[in-house]
């Protein structure tokens, strides 16, 4: 093959590329479907690919005879024809591609309905089921509503009996509890003003009245009371400052009766104790007389220190139970009692109490006798009692005080601390005063040089 044939081949397959090309570019334009273009431009292909091929022979034939002019005719007759087929082949094209478009139209219009249709259906039945669901939920509901109603009762009627059982034993532990805090709170309460206010003795008298004996008071009231309870006159023996006249005034509230009061001494006259008529002729009693004849509990303090002839007097009275006063005889009341005091035993003058009287055994005999010793407890309560707020201070001077007590004691020292010293050195502090200037002046005062260095006293 000549140059000049083989370049007519190779324009003729130019030809025939650009107007495949072409082809497609303008079927393209109208079909979105490739598929459907390629169906299009199938007998177009072939018809091209015939005359492609009817153009080579040609050329063939040219090339073979060299006759180039030929050959440049037959090409330019060829690029006419497929100018006319490629404006043949696009109107083609156009006319599949309208078909094609209304068959897609249709295709889709049908297709929307079928979905539409399809949807429909759908929807219908979704809207049945959803109504059916909704009728089931409801019932359901209706059902749940009702059993939670019976156990919301169920749990109310429970809940109530629950309460009322809770609120019982609430109210019955609560009731408990506050026994319980009374009771502890009552006890520390006692505890806590057994020091100040001690608990009252109550006393039964014989017609069942029971009287109530308030305030400090000394161990040996019970067996006081007791003693005058049972009719008996008593003899209260013990040191100075142990309470003894107080506890007569105690015995006579227990039991009901007036305290009538007389202080003996060695020059007490007669007319103190059983009366008198005056220049006018008036009678003026005494307060022997009026318990002797009126009932009551008569004090005589300091029996041991009056004169011998006064209580010889008492003798009679005291043993027959009738007395001859100014105005006459006359007969002890029923509940006539004595409670006479004394340092000693009747036994005269020792060193601490010199001036004492020995008592007739006939008066001794008329009485019953109770020591009354130095109740600790007692001077401590009311000690504390005059200075509540110098418990400290209160406590040193109660060990001083009672330290010096037991030493005297021990070594039979003729000095004498009694309760009072305690009371009056507590009131002192409450006031101000220091200890030291307590033991000064209640204490130390009046001590010889021996009596302070064998007491362990410096000043």
């Known amino acids: 093959m000549t140059i000049d044939a083989a370049r007519a081949v190779l324009h003729q397959q130019n030809i025939g590329h650009l107007v495949e090309t072409a082809t497609r570019r303008a079927v393209g334009e109208r079909f979105a479907d490739k598929s459907v273009a390629a169906a299009a431009l199938a007998p177009l292909t072939a018809d091209i ?27 330019e007759k060829v690029r006419d024809e497929v100018a006319g087929l490629a404006d043949k082949a696009r109107e083609e094209v156009a006319g599949l591609a309208s078909e094609a478009a209304d068959q897609t139209r249709e295709a889709v219009a049908e297709a929307r309905e079928t979905v539409l249709t399809v949807a429909r259906e759908a929807t219908t039945q979704a809207r049945d089921t959803a109504d059916k669901a909704q009728a089931e939920v409801l019932a359901a509901a209706h059902d749940a509503a009702e059993r939670a109603r019976d156990a919301a009762d ?56 029971v009287n109530r004996v308030v305030g400090h008071k ?11 309870g049972a009719r008996c006159h008593v003899l209260l023996v013990g040191p100075a400052g ?89 007969k002890a009341h029923a ?29 001794l005999d008329r009485f019953v006798t109770i020591d009354v010793p130095v109740d600790e407890k007692l001077e401590e309560r009311v000690a504390l009692a005059h200075a509540p707020a ?27 601390f009694s309760p009072r010293v305690s009371i009056d050195g507590a009131k002192l502090l409450a006031a101000g005063a220091t200890i030291e200037q307590v033991l000064r002046w209640r204490v130390i005062r009046g001590l010889s040089d021996a009596h302070r260095a064998a007491l362990g006293l410096t000043s």
């Open 242 to 330: 142990t309470g003894k006249s107080t506890l007569a005034t105690q015995a006579a509230e227990g039991l009901g009766l007036a305290l009538q009061a007389i202080s003996l001494g060695p020059t007490t006259p007669m007319s103190k104790v059983f009366g008198y008529f005056d220049a006018h002729g008036t009678y003026h009693d005494t307060p022997f007389r009026r318990a002797f004849s009126r009932g009551g509990v008569m004090l005589f303090d300091e029996l041991d220190n009056g004169h011998p002839g006064l209580l010889a007097e008492l003798n009679q009275a005291l043993a027959l139970g009738v007395c001859a006063f100014a105005d006459g005889m006359v």
């Open 49 to 75: 690919q015939r005359l492609a091929e009817d153009e080579a022979r040609v050329t063939a034939t040219a090339a073979a005879t060299a006759v180039v002019e030929e050959a440049q005719d037959t090409v």
């Open 335 to 363: 509940d006539f009692r004595v409670v006479a005091t004394g340092n000693t035993y009747g036994t005269g003058g020792d060193r601490q109490y010199v001036g004492r009287q020995t008592l007739d055994a006939a008066t």
């Open 154 to 209: 169920w749990a109310r009627g429970e809940i109530a009996v629950l309460t009322r059982d809770a609120t019982r034993k609430t109210r019955e532990s609560l009731d408990s509890a506050r026994a319980t805090v009374a009771d502890i709170a009552r006890e520390a309460a006692e505890k806590a003003c057994a020091s100040f206010v001690p608990s009252p003795i109550e006393v039964t008298l014989p017609n069942g009245r």
């Open 390 to 416: 110098k418990k400290r201070l209160v406590r040193e001077l109660l060990n001083e005080v009672r330290r010096l007590r037991r030493v005297a004691g021990d070594k039979r020292l003729p000095v004498m």
């Open 218 to 228: 000394h161990e040996v009231l019970p067996e006081l009371i007791l003693a005058l």
